[in-house]
């Protein structure tokens, strides 16, 4: 069991922070004249600030999830999210953060945008965490470590247990970040959060719940750690359409699960299939809904395919990933034109 003082890792601005208080923070409830937000009568319902609190879809997340709604915080993305926790406990030039390399960008460019040191260390060669060097980078400054299970863009679920050593041994925050968990059959650390109150898991809206358009990842963790970026986020930084749409998807949980297993089954199937033809050199073991391939001419297969109306990412200029490209699996019918297009190159 982890305990950190988190106010002790605060941010000194922070914890001393007035946060701004919205009309709808004055007043909650069916008021049947609101004239206190200088709102327009018309065009009802978008008419109306949406709830600062978001707490009809905190309450209605918390049973899937599992969690009391105090334990969740939503944001504009899982972006948004990364963005609170850099400025809340990071002192710009002052404080560091932690991360793996290869890993998904943003943490790094956050943390570049507040002028916060960002310290990389390199996976192992299966991709598997260097929880010893990984500790070795971290000094009484460090306040975050920024871990991604299952890993982007190397698609492995990394270690609970090893991630679990260093929620015990760091005396700041360990976010680790699920976008991909729902694809990797595996619960993800979420139940960990009771016991551990350094322990930060983000999630997102915008992978298996096909709904990257409207912007919704969440944070969820102790209450104490919610608190805080819920004081420091825009008062209004979910919109009503997006709160609706998540809302109406929530109450279909079948059609959720049924994209998932077609993932998962394209997944093999593209696997297989990618596995068979001479370019492909290596498909790398996934918990996520891509693939990551290394392929004989990176840069050439990527243009071909470019040309061809086919859009993958190429990888091969990050640390470990020579030779690779990303590859999203897409529908059946897309992933087949992906097969053809790739059979057709040279
Ligand atoms: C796609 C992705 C996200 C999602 O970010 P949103 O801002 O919620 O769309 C988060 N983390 C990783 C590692 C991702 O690959």
């Not at 009802?44 to 009809?56: F, G, T, V």
């Not at 850099?86 to 390399?101: D, G, K």
Request: net charge neutral; hydrophobic share 40%.
């Amino acid at each position: 069991m982890a305990e950190v003082n988190i106010q002790s890792i605060l941010r000194d601005n922070i914890r001393n922070l007035k946060p701004y208080s919205s009309a709808r923070d004055e007043f909650q409830g069916e008021g049947v004249v609101l004239l206190d937000a200088n709102e327009s009568p018309f065009n009802h319902p978008l008419n109306r600030y949406p709830d600062p609190h978001q707490r009809a879809l905190k309450s209605a997340l918390s049973i899937p999830l599992g969690i009391p709604a105090d334990s969740i915080f939503l944001g504009n993305g899982s972006d948004e999210a990364i963005d609170l926790l850099i400025r809340a406990f990071c002192e710009p030039s002052v404080n560091n953060i932690v991360s793996i390399s290869p890993s998904y960008g943003m943490y790094e460019v956050c943390a570049n945008i507040n002028n916060v040191e960002f310290r990389k260390v390199l996976l192992n060669d299966d991709f598997s965490l260097n929880v010893n060097a990984l500790l070795k980078a971290t000094d009484a400054n460090s306040r975050l470590i920024f871990l991604c299970s299952p890993n982007n863009p190397t698609a492995n679920l990394l270690a609970a247990e090893e991630i679990l050593y260093l929620v015990n041994a760091f005396k700041g925050l360990v976010i680790v970040d699920e976008a991909y968990i729902d694809f990797s059959g595996t619960p993800g650390l979420l139940s960990g959060i009771t016991k551990h109150n350094n322990l930060v898991i983000l999630r997102t809206f915008s992978k298996s719940r096909a709904l990257a358009g409207i912007r919704l990842g969440m944070a969820l963790a102790n209450p104490e750690i919610i608190s805080i970026l819920d004081r420091i986020k825009y008062p209004y930084n979910l919109n009503q359409l997006s709160l609706n749409a998540a809302q109406d998807q929530l109450v279909q949980p079948d059609v959720h699960q049924d994209w998932i297993h077609t993932i998962l089954k394209e997944r093999e199937v593209l696997r297989s299939r990618l596995t068979s033809i001479p370019e492909v050199i290596k498909v790398f073991p996934s918990d996520a809904n891509f693939l990551l391939v290394k392929v004989k001419n990176p840069l050439e297969l990527y243009n071909y395919l470019k040309m061809n109306g086919v859009i993958v990412r190429d990888r091969s200029n990050s640390p470990l990933c020579g030779g690779c490209l990303r590859i999203s699996v897409g529908s059946p019918e897309e992933n087949l034109l992906l097969i053809r297009t790739i059979k057709s190159f040279k």
